[in-house]
């Protein structure tokens, strides 16, 4: 195995593709680029623009949190927001570098990108990112928590050094119908011995789909003999020492799985309907409000609730990035401010809408911003911050990486 760290998701790499990306990665040279510390500069500039937000398009709330979003910005600035709806992001890092080696150094496709983890450290590492630091000088930029909530400043341990903007909180939950399962499993032993107790109770979306591989990375903190190791890019002398208690448990768990493990539901939306149809007893979500979000949508009994590991779950920001060649530079900007604002964090932790926990020192706004949060009702699913237990940090990227190509290696074409 070659060396994983801060290099292209393996799934985009053939020897083509690595050829493109060496010649991407070459003199590339930022824009002028709108300064943030100008503000009034950038809303001028801003003021017709149209803004390529490429962003998930699997959760139709969070489509019409966009299109709000969106639309405030049209009424208040003049800027239009275009969602493009994408699957993969791994998707829009190939196309950014395409554009490059074919010499698209201005008028790219992309204007922000909802972006975290392996595709950040790979657009970061080839230059391919609007620079120099850019977040932490906009304006809203002052109301963001780095103090209680370090993860706003690395992503999947890789320094953000102002090259993308946080814009939510994400913690692993487990989610139960209380109307079959009484008592939840506490502990990924537990949840083994749950789910061979009751074949056919669980399952997880297939890698490399984002949530699949969080399942993935929390059994491998939970499994490796040195947990330190996560914090480090991996070691290929290593790494399939260090990964084999996580496959030598999926390999128990497996046939104990919806279907036998023989097929998995694509995305996290189609795992939650198993568990609204029955089909399965325990489904997850990145959302600590995603299951109270999902109730007052209809998509889950209000018998639903959620739960976590007494050890600690998976834990991360998300976060924005303007790729190096974005042709709406100013307007990705008034975006990216617009999505850190008290107004906007407040409507996405709101479950009647998203549910998405905000980025915001809520304590230090001011009396009338606070309230937007503090009347807020998160749902009957939704755990207290003292009850979301410990957060375990997200590995380094090339972990995420490495066990996806070793999962699809050893379970991909069954």
């Not at 814009?167 to 009484?182: I, N, P, Q, Y």
């Not at 600590?288 to 209000?302: H, M, R, T």
Request: charged content about 20%.
């Amino acid at each position: 195995m070659t060396e994983l760290p801060r290099h292209l998701p393996r799934r985009l790499l053939g020897p083509a593709f690595a050829a493109t990306l060496a010649l991407a990665s070459m003199n590339v040279h930022a824009q002028t680029a709108p300064s943030p510390s100008d503000w009034d500069g950038v809303l001028e500039a801003a003021r017709g623009q149209t803004v390529y937000f490429h962003a998930w398009g699997g959760e139709p709330r969070i489509n019409d949190f966009i299109a709000w979003a969106g639309e405030k910005l049209e009424q208040r600035h003049g800027v239009t927001v275009e969602q493009v709806k994408v699957d993969d992001t791994a998707n829009v890092v190939s196309r950014i570098v395409a554009e490059k080696a074919a010499g698209k150094d201005t008028g790219g496709a992309v204007d922000l990108v909802w972006i975290n983890g392996e595709n950040f450290a790979a657009l970061k590492d080839a230059g391919l990112l609007m620079s120099p630091d850019w977040a932490t000088r906009l304006p809203n930029w002052k109301l963001v928590d780095t103090r209680n909530k370090p993860a706003v400043l690395t992503d999947f341990t890789e320094p953000t050094e102002g090259l993308e903007s946080p814009w939510g909180m994400a913690k692993l939950v487990f989610m139960h119908d209380t109307a079959r399962v009484a008592e939840p499993p506490r502990s990924l032993a537990d949840l083994a011995s749950y789910v061979s107790d009751h074949p056919g109770s669980f399952t997880y979306p297939q890698p490399p789909n984002f949530h699949g591989s969080t399942f993935l990375k929390q059994v491998l903190a939970d499994t490796i003999d040195d947990p330190d190791k996560l914090k480090r890019p991996v070691d290929p002398a290593t790494f399939e020492d260090d990964v084999a208690p996580l496959f030598a448990f999926l390999d128990k768990l497996h046939p104990n799985l919806w279907r036998q493990g023989r097929a998995f539901p694509q995305n996290q939306p189609a795992m939650r309907q198993l568990l609204a149809d029955g089909e399965v007893d325990i489904a997850f979500t990145f959302n600590p409000s995603g299951a109270s979000a999902a109730i007052a949508a209809g998509e889950l009994p209000d018998t639903v609730r959620t739960f976590v590991f007494e050890g600690g779950t998976i834990g991360n920001a998300h976060f924005v990035a303007i790729p190096y060649n974005a042709n709406a530079k100013a307007g990705a900007l008034v975006l990216a401010n617009f999505l850190i604002s008290p107004e906007a964090q407040a409507r996405k932790q709101d479950p009647q809408v998203w549910g998405d926990p905000t980025v915001l020192d809520v304590a230090s706004l001011s009396e009338d911003e606070r309230a937007r949060f503090e009347t807020l009702d998160l749902g009957p699913a939704t755990l207290s911050p003292e009850d979301l237990g410990p957060v375990i940090d997200e590995p380094h990227a090339s972990w995420m990486t490495g066990i996806e190509r070793a999962w699809v290696a050893r379970y991909g074409t069954r």
